[in-house]
């Protein structure tokens, strides 16, 4: 059973950036993903990365601001969030899928415990 623990996360003003780290500890899927989950809101796709190829894949909303990344070595993912909005605001987590190329919570397994962001207008 992979465990996924996220960090990074914090208040910043509009327009800051913040970088978000997941640290995977086990065997993980082939993809790793950012799903986010803002106060009254369900849980919504941000970004993807294959574990192996690196290919990624982004939410239209985040597309351009957002990039995702991997360091195998280290065993983490990596979000960097620029030109943050105070719609970005949420909890922020990490999974991991067996599949590359979902953007369905369903499809993701092995949650972290998520990192709260919160962007002040």
């Known amino acids: ?20 780290s997941c640290a995977a500890s086990g065997r993980t899927g082939n ?8 106060p009254g809101k ?5 970004a993807a990365i294959g574990w192996i190829s690196g290919t990624t894949y982004y939410a239209d909303s985040v597309k351009g601001r957002f990039t995702i990344s991997r360091d195998n070595a280290k065993n983490t ?6 030109s943050l909005k105070p719609e970005d605001t949420a909890v922020y987590y990490c999974a991991t899928a067996p599949l590359w190329g979902s953007r369905r919570s369903s499809d993701f397994g092995s949650w972290g415990q998520g990192t709260q962001v919160t962007v002040s207008s």
């Open 31 to 38: 993809a790793m993903g950012w799903f986010r989950q803002g």
């Open 1 to 20: 059973q992979v465990q996924l623990v996220e960090s990074g996360g914090g208040l910043v003003q509009a327009g800051d950036s913040l970088r978000l």
């Open 77 to 82: 993912v990596y979000l960097q969030m620029n």
């Open 42 to 46: 369900e849980r919504e796709f941000v």
